[in-house]
């Protein structure tokens, strides 16, 4: 029997690639019962008495976009988004983090919070998130739990500390390889693949050597590998720890390459201050990195040179850093890696280099393109989300710049495109009124 097909009308705006919009100002997307789209037609070409479906939804005007996905969010730093913006990094984790991260040895407190954090990304529109949990395995599999409980499309990892934090977020070595293990035993016991266990080391200084190779193991005895996020060349006090950690390693990244860390589903965090050396070496293992322009602006980390890694072939998706960067909307990474992009081109950031002379800066488009299709291919997801293509997964926002409370005004002049800029710019979740995860309504306005 052929399956169900709900056929969604609106005007559809997604990126077929870098830089490339598709925009169809009468749109129609088809998805089966199993959340597949199964086609995306023109009605200026393709008249709709003409398509197959069992059920039509008719959105109007309001604009159809795919999901965002953010590639890197610590959700228990949600209990204190916007605090602490005035602090560089390492003191930011000494005088905020690890101490609201010690109270999620409070199950319930942790249930509580992490609720409201999981929703709040997905009223964003954020359908696909890469979360931080903790230290704490019961903790962390609640975390799991909730985003299967809300339908978020997740990928989360129990966080590795064994060396250079507060006594309550300090495990030993042995532990904290029983506990991950313990841990993707658990996520994967749901056969849900739409949550997805990291294997997450804090970043080098928190984890010893013994500790980053038994990670790397419990990553590569999968196949394919369970996919590793970490932090990496985020601020120069940091790197010059590692350094100091590490000194037998030319630098940060072959740290994480010499543990066995790096390979065709890692993605770092940052990356600000990669030198040619080690943006190689993440080109050449396939490790992504996860733009967080918010983070960087917020705690004074540094200017990311997004371009230039794209350009010599490195996987760039976007991330919110919740809550160094002080918001879960992805619309805000959107529109700072615009502005950083800027200061790059006005000859700003992490050290320039002769190929980087007169650096354009990002458009719309391609900021767009790397908070939804660049972040599905960052996690390794570009086959099932990005985009409407054909046979992957319906994760979609519907977008009405009208609403009561909207903070966009619209205006009879303005085309697909002007709304569009005008929502990526202006608007916020108040314009967001349905979330779609493979299909299935996750979220309502």
């Not at 394919?224 to 996020?229: A, N, Y």
């Not at 965090?269 to 050449?284: K, P, T």
């Amino acid at each position: 029997m052929a399956s169900v097909i709900t056929a969604y009308k609106g005007v559809v705006i997604h990126s077929l690639r870098f830089g490339v919009l598709e925009v169809l100002e009468s749109g129609l997307i088809g998805a089966n019962a199993q959340g597949k789209i199964v086609y995306v037609h023109d009605l200026n070409k393709v008249p709709l008495a003409s398509v197959q479906y069992d059920r039509l939804v008719d959105h109007g005007r309001k604009l159809l976009l795919p999901g965002f996905v953010d590639g890197h969010a610590h959700a228990p730093q949600y209990s204190f988004l916007g605090v602490g913006m005035h602090l560089p990094l390492l003191e930011w984790l000494n005088t905020y983090t690890f101490p609201h991260e010690a109270k999620f040895a409070d199950l319930s407190y942790a249930k509580s919070m992490y609720t409201k954090a999981v929703k709040r990304h997905v009223a964003n529109g954020t359908t696909t998130c890469s979360y931080f949990a903790t230290v704490h395995l019961e903790a962390s599999k609640a975390l799991a739990d909730i985003i299967q409980d809300v339908g978020q499309r997740g990928y989360v990892g129990k966080v590795n500390m064994d060396r250079n934090a507060t006594p309550e977020l300090t495990e030993t070595t042995e532990e904290s390889l029983a506990n991950t293990q313990a841990f993707v035993d658990y996520v994967l016991a749901k056969k849900d693949d739409l949550v997805t266990p990291v294997i997450t080391p804090r970043f080098v200084p928190s984890t010893t050597s013994t500790l980053m190779h038994g990670l790397a193991k419990i990553s590569r005895k999968h196949s394919p590998p369970l996919p590793v996020q970490s932090h990496l060349s985020e601020n120069k006090n940091e790197i010059a720890w590692v350094k100091e950690l590490h000194p037998d390693c030319a630098n940060y990244a072959q740290v994480y390459h010499k543990h066995g860390l790096l390979h065709e589903r890692s993605y770092m965090a940052h990356c600000i201050w990669c030198g040619g050396d080690e943006r190689a070496l993440l080109q050449s293992t396939g490790t992504a990195m996860i733009h967080c322009p918010n983070s960087n602006f917020s705690l004074t980390s540094g200017v990311l040179n997004v371009r230039r890694s794209l350009r010599e072939g490195i996987k760039v998706g976007l991330g919110t850093d919740v809550s160094a960067g002080y918001t879960t909307s992805m619309l805000d990474a959107v529109r700072n890696t615009v502005v950083a992009s800027k200061l790059v081109a006005m000859g700003h950031g992490s050290g320039k280099e002769p190929a980087d002379a007169d650096e354009a800066p990002l458009s719309y488009a391609e900021a767009f393109h790397l908070a939804t299709v660049g972040g599905a291919e960052a996690l390794s997801l570009e086959d099932k989300v990005g985009n409407f293509v054909p046979g992957k997964e319906l994760d979609m926002l519907v977008v009405d710049l009208t609403a009561d409370d909207s903070p966009v005004d619209e205006y009879e002049h303005d085309d697909a495109l002007h709304r569009f800029q005008k929502f990526l710019f202006v608007g916020d979740d108040r314009n967001i009124t349905d979330v779609y995860v493979r299909g299935r309504q996750v979220h309502h306005r």
